[in-house]
């Protein structure tokens, strides 16, 4: 089962098979350039300055990917170092944003199922894991708001 970290990596090759195939086009734009007005006579009817803004636009699509992947392994870097809570059956970054035990992925779908005060639950699903994740304590039912509450009071934040 990929997890976030491995999409992660997927996607920046992805993104590297992206930045080889414009450096690609990037040559063939400067051998066409070159070699093309010899040739093929057609080469001849383009301006020169047509050809150039070609090579900059191929050139700025390469510098856009770059960044791009900068950003994207920079998103991997601070999910690898996000470190995690675990409170209520559920981890918690430092933003008190949810996150799976088992993935670490952030789950989904939150919903509170109304009962008796046995039967009541707060749960998330992890699309991922394809599992429910319940928000409890030692009391069972445990609302969002009030793990989130309970959370900035402890300050977790800070403490991590
Ligand atoms: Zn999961």
Redesign the pocket.
């Known amino acids: ?1 990929p ?1 976030l970290i491995e999409k992660a990596k997927e996607q920046i090759q992805e993104s590297i098979v992206q930045i080889l195939f414009g450096a690609i086009a990037g040559l063939m734009a400067v051998i066409a350039a070159y070699v093309g007005p010899l040739v093929l006579p057609v080469f001849n009817s383009i301006p020169n300055n047509v050809l150039l803004t070609l090579l900059a636009l191929s050139l700025l699509i390469n510098i856009g990917l770059w960044y791009y992947v900068s950003h994207l392994s920079k998103q991997l870097r601070n999910l690898q170092d996000t470190k995690f809570t675990k409170r209520f059956g559920i981890l918690w970054d430092k933003n008190y944003e949810p ?7 952030m ?1 989904s779908g939150y919903q509170e199922i109304k009962g008796t005060p046995k039967n009541r639950r707060a749960q998330f699903t ?6 429910t ?1 319940q928000l409890s304590d030692q009391d069972g039912f445990v609302p969002l708001d009030y793990a989130r509450e309970q959370l900035k009071q402890e300050n977790i934040g800070y403490s991590v």
């Open positions: 089962m997890n996150h799976c035990p088992s993935c670490k992925n789950p992890c699309v991922n894991c394809k599992t994740i």
